[in-house]
């Protein structure tokens, strides 16, 4: 303390804080740092697909005129036009028929596939995976017009058909349903195998030699063991793929032509061929819908069949 003129002075020393809301503090810019981080990757994701979207939505709700084409009128009469007319319909069914059964082709040969792959040793291991992601380093337009090569009438398959004597004829591949289901089931089979290999290494390979040792054969073993641990990563690659089949393009144009039509190909007709974009923003909001309801009820009823599986 210090006197002067009679007066006492107090002795100025460090002013200590209160520690609670400096922790406070401190955890305010903590809980902002992370949207701080991602806000470049989150704008970049709101302007190149959220207000895209939101813009197909409006889109969808404008009335259309031959002669004057895209009118400020709003209407429902597009949505009403998809659902009333059996054309929709069956392009629909079409669709969802040939993503369904993508899906099963890619689970009924990725599933072994990967599993052959996780017994492999080195470096035959790295040279196979190579060859399975080939599919995804060539430019679809090239891959596709190689498969219609292939499926030509005068194309391998057939010609090596032939002069076995399995056919008498040419095989209709081009063109076909067969056609687009063999060749998208080749290029969406890696995103199968790359789901249910991510879910593999989580595993413990003593599992299936514990299974062995007490007697049980390995098919038994894998249906009752390996299949319900690996169901998460077969879940995981069926949505992918069932999605990517659902909404595929190029491969359906190529390969099946202008009479067999999937829902991707009917709103670029709707786009470019007959200009009425609010019936193709109508038709493309339709297939996200139906994709997001099929793909949300299908992962729910898995989640809940195999609860003890996705609890582990």
């Known amino acids: 303390m210090a006197e002067a003129h009679g007066a006492t002075v107090p002795s100025t020393g460090p002013v200590t804080k209160n520690p609670s809301k400096l922790r406070k503090a401190g955890d305010d810019k903590a809980g902002f740092a992370p949207w701080l981080l991602s806000s470049p990757a989150l704008l970049l994701f709101i302007g190149l697909l959220l207000v895209p979207l939101l813009l197909t939505v409006l889109l969808s709700f ?38 369904l059964g993508v899906t099963v082709l890619c689970v009924v040969f990725g599933v072994p596939e990967t599993l052959i792959l996780a017994r492999m040793k080195s470096p035959w291991r790295a040279l196979f995976l190579i060859v399975i992601l ?21 194309g391998l398959i057939n010609s090596v058909l032939l002069q076995l004597g399995i056919v008498s004829e040419p095989v209709r591949l081009l063109f076909s349903m067969t056609g687009v289901a063999i060749a998208l089931t080749h290029v969406l089979i890696p995103f199968m195998v790359i789901s249910v290999w991510a879910n593999l290494q989580k595993l413990d390979p003593q599992i299936e030699s514990a299974g062995l040792s007490l007697g049980a054969s390995p098919l038994k073993v894998f249906w009752r ?50 200009l009425n974009w609010p019936l193709g923003a109508t038709i493309a909001m339709l297939l996200l819908l139906a994709n997001v309801v099929i793909i949300l009820g299908a992962n729910r009823w898995v989640e809940r069949r195999f609860k003890q599986v996705f609890d582990a």
Not at 81 to 86: L, T
Not at 134 to 154: K, Y
Not at 240 to 267: D, E, Q, Y
């Open 62 to 99: 404008h009335a259309f005129d031959g002669t004057r084409g895209v009118l400020p009128d709003y209407t429902w009469k597009n949505y009403l036009e998809v659902f009333s007319d059996g054309y929709y319909h069956e392009i629909f069914l079409r669709t969802g028929g040939l993503a």
């Open 134 to 154: 080939g599919p995804l380093l060539i430019s679809v337009v090239v891959r596709t017009l190689g498969w219609a090569i292939l499926f030509g009438n005068n």
């Open 225 to 274: 063991i390996m299949l319900p641990q690996l169901l998460p990563g077969i879940l995981s690659g069926c949505i992918i793929v069932f999605a990517l089949a659902a909404s595929a393009f190029a491969t359906p144009s190529l390969l099946g032509g202008r009479k067999l039509k999937v829902v991707a190909t009917a709103a670029y007709d709707e786009f470019l061929n007959t």
